[in-house]
C-alpha cells in the first residue's frame, strides 16, 4: 500500500476546473491530507472543497503573493514527501505510480509533460524540453528539499516555479523532469483572480490564449513587481534563469540604484538591457516575439541551441 502524502494547493476563485481536479487527485494519489492556502475567493471555491475530505483550508487573503502562499503551505506539510499541484489540473490513472518511480533518483520531480486543454488539447511541446521552466505546479517533492524555501511577501508572484526550483537545486537536492506521464492544465476565457482588485486586470480570450489588458495602471504595477521579484529572489547566474532572456527585457524598466541596493549581482544584464543596441532587440521583443506565439517558441528555441 502507498504512503499517502500531503498535498499543497493555492486558490483564488478556482471554481471553473476545481471539482474536476480533486476528483482526479483523490482518486490517483493517496491523500494523507489536502491543504489550501485561499487567496479570498468570492466564488463557489471553498464550498466545493468542504465537499472532500481530510481537506484543511486556510483562507490568508493577507498574502498577496503565490510565493509566500507556497512558503506557508510548505510549513504545513508533514509528511516525507508531498505533491504541490494547481486548481485547474486534472491527472490521469497511474501519475502518482509513475511519478514515485523516480523518487529514488531526485529530491523534487517535476510532471513536464502537459496538454494544454483551451478549446482543442494541445501538447505544450517547450516544456518537455530540458531547462525549461515548470509553468504549471504539478510536482511531486520531497519535503526536506524545500526547507530552504522563503519569500518575503512583496514582489513574488508569476516566477514562483524558478524559485522553487532555485531553492532545491541550490540547497543540494537534485531537481528532475519526468515526462513518461502527463497532466491536463485547463482554461477558459474568463477574468482571472476576480476577487483580488489588484491581480484583475486582464482578462483571457481563447484564440491562441492570450491576455488582454483591462487596467493598464495595474498592469504595470504588476511588470514592476515581477521585475522587482526577479532582481531580489532569483540568481543571475543559476543555469535555468540564465537561459531565460525574457529576464533581461522585464528588468530594464527598474531603476539601478534599487537593483544595486537589492540584488549587484543583476547589474551586469541590467546594463546591457539598459544599452542602445538591446533598445532595438527590446522593441522586437515587446512588438513582435511576444505578438506571435510560433516566432516566440522558434526564438526561444535558438536561444537554448
Known amino acids: 500500500m502507498l504512503e499517502p502524502v500531503d498535498i499543497i494547493m493555492m486558490t483564488l476563485d478556482a471554481e471553473f476546473f476545481l471539482e474536476k481536479s480533486l476528483y482526479t487527485i483523490y482518486k490517483e494519489i493517496p491523500v494523507n491530507r489536502l491543504i489550501v492556502c485561499d487567496g479570498g475567493s468570492k466564488d463557489s471555491t471553498i464550498k466545493l472543497l468542504e465537499n472532500f ?50 523518487k529514488e533518483q531526485y529530491d523534487a520531480i517535476e510532471n513536464g509533460k ?14 518537455l524540453q530540458d531547462d ?3 509553468g504549471t505546479q504539478c510536482h511531486l517533492l520531497k519535503t526536506n528539499a524545500l526547507k530552504n524555501f522563503h519569500c518575503d511577501d512583496d514582489f513574488m508572484w508569476r516566477h514562483t516555479d524558478f524559485l522553487l526550483q ?19 492544465h485547463n482554461e477558459t476565457e474568463r477574468i482571472p483572480y476576480s476577487s483580488d482588485e489588484t491581480k484583475a486586470y486582464r482578462i483571457i480570450v481563447i484564440d491562441e490564449p ?37 529576464f ?48 516566440r517558441n522558434y526564438v526561444m528555441k535558438k536561444y537554448r541551441q
Open 132 to 134: 525549461t521552466r515548470a
Open 210 to 246: 492570450k491576455y488582454i489588458i483591462l487596467d493598464k495602471k495595474k498592469a504595470r504595477q504588476k511588470d514592476l513587481d515581477n521585475a522587482r521579484a526577479i532582481v531580489k529572489y532569483l540568481d543571475p547566474d543559476y543555469h535555468l534563469v540564465k537561459r531565460y532572456p525574457g
Open 248 to 295: 533581461d527585457f522585464v528588468i530594464r524598466i527598474l531603476d539601478r540604484n534599487w537593483i544595486k541596493k537589492s540584488n549587484p549581482k543583476w547589474l551586469k544584464r541590467y546594463d546591457h538591457s539598459k544599452s542602445f543596441p538591446f533598445f532595438f532587440k527590446y522593441l522586437i521583443y515587446k512588438y513582435v516575439i511576444t505578438k506571435n506565439n510560433k516566432i
Open 166 to 184: 532555485q531553492t532545491i537545486e541550490q540547497s543540494g537536492f537534485k531537481y528532475g523532469k519526468v515526462n513518461s506521464t502527463y497532466h491536463v
Open 114 to 127: 502537459v496538454y494544454l486543454a483551451y478549446h482543442k488539447y494541445k501538447i505544450d511541446e517547450e516544456k
Open 53 to 102: 475530505p481530510r481537506t484543511e483550508v486556510h483562507i490568508k487573503s493577507e498574502l498577496k503573493t503565490g510565493a509566500k502562499s507556497l512558503e506557508f503551505l510548505i510549513s504545513q506539510v508533514k509528511t516525507d514527501w508531498f505533491v504541490l499541484i494547481d486548481s485547474d489540473i486534472e491527472i490521469p490513472s497511474g501519475w502518482y505510480d509513475e511519478m514515485a518511480k523516480n
